[in-house]
């Protein structure tokens, strides 16, 4: 791999990391619509987007792969369900001072993936990866010991996009018309809530000359921006290294959380965060090891 397309893929990589790190600048912008409008509008402007940029963007032969495997379209609809509530969790968390749970999420996920693919995919952890999940599995439990209660919310971010990453597996689709046919596929529960719920903030005439409209429709681009740039970036990094980048983002939140929005960080929290930096930092060599043997 050449040194010009080694720059070009961090530079997409850092890009799209950097763009999902920063998310909750954009949310707090929509902070005066509720959760759920704003996950219905996303959903709603990115099937539209990503339709016309299929226009653009050709993934010659996806349409007639997916007709042949009707059944492709049922997984496509339980992927489409779960990251409809990833985005609604993550929406809330910013929206409701749950930055950090957010970040928390996003930091165990990895950890969450190989434990997933332990579990429902037969594969076999090696000695690091146990070490990882349990440091996790340590993060959490301190939680529960300490605060009585689990991070619920960490842990729902964490699964919901884990088991997403799961089932997509079982669909092989590529990711812009994988994430262009699960928007339409949540199109009609977009549109049936947005009819049953005649007082929504973005049904009022009023609304739609207001500044705060122009980010609602902005939910497509933003959405797919970053997917575009990743996409991009697997083409030239190697995976290992596009998954050390992929700690950028709850990085980004975490910070942001601290410094902008004032959440308090207490040694509670800290401690929970030392974990699981402890186990995705055995996680990391474990990859650079298993990297190196494979070269």
């Known amino acids: 791999m050449n040194s010009v397309n080694l720059r070009r893929g961090y530079l997409l990589g ?4 950097s763009i999902w790190g920063l ?6 912008l929509l902070a005066q619509v509720p959760s759920a409008e704003i996950v219905v509008h996303r959903v709603l402007w ?3 987007c990503g339709s016309l940029l299929l226009l653009v963007w050709k993934h010659p032969g ?3 792969e997916l007709r042949a495997h009707p059944q492709r379209l049922l997984v496509l609809t339980v992927s489409g369900l779960l990251i409809a509530c990833n985005w609604l969790l993550y929406v809330w968390a910013v929206n409701n001072e749950q930055m950090l749970a957010a970040s928390l999420g996003y ?3 990895p950890l969450v993936n190989v434990l997933l693919g332990m579990l429902l995919l037969g594969e076999r952890l090696r000695r690091l990866q146990w070490l990882a999940v349990g440091l996790a599995a340590c993060g959490v439990l301190q939680q529960l010991w300490l605060l009585g209660s689990l991070p619920w919310l960490s842990l729902a971010l964490a699964f919901s996009f884990g088991f997403y990453g799961v089932i997509r597996k079982k669909a092989p689709v ?3 018309p994988g994430l262009v046919v699960e928007t339409w596929l949540l199109l009609p529960l977009a549109l049936l809530w947005l009819l049953f719920n005649p007082q929504a903030i973005s049904a009022q005439a009023a609304f739609w000359s207001d500044s705060t409209a122009l980010w609602l429709l902005a939910a497509g681009p933003i959405t797919l921006l970053p997917l575009l740039c990743f996409n991009a970036a697997a083409r030239h990094l190697p995976y290992t290294t596009l998954g050390f980048l992929q700690y950028l983002a709850p990085t980004l939140v975490l910070l942001q959380a601290v410094w902008l929005f004032d959440e308090h960080l207490d040694a509670n929290k800290l401690l929970a965060f030392g974990f699981i930096w402890a ?3 055995v996680y990391s060599l474990d990859a650079w ?5 494979r070269s």
């Open 107 to 109: 930091y165990i996920n």
């Open 14 to 17: 850092l890009s799209a990391y």
């Open 62 to 64: 996806w349409w007639r």
């Open 289 to 293: 090891i298993s990297r190196r043997r």
């Open 23 to 28: 998310f909750p600048l954009y949310f707090k």
């Open 174 to 176: 590529a990711a812009l």
């Open 279 to 281: 186990g995705l930092l």
């Open 46 to 48: 990115s099937a539209l």
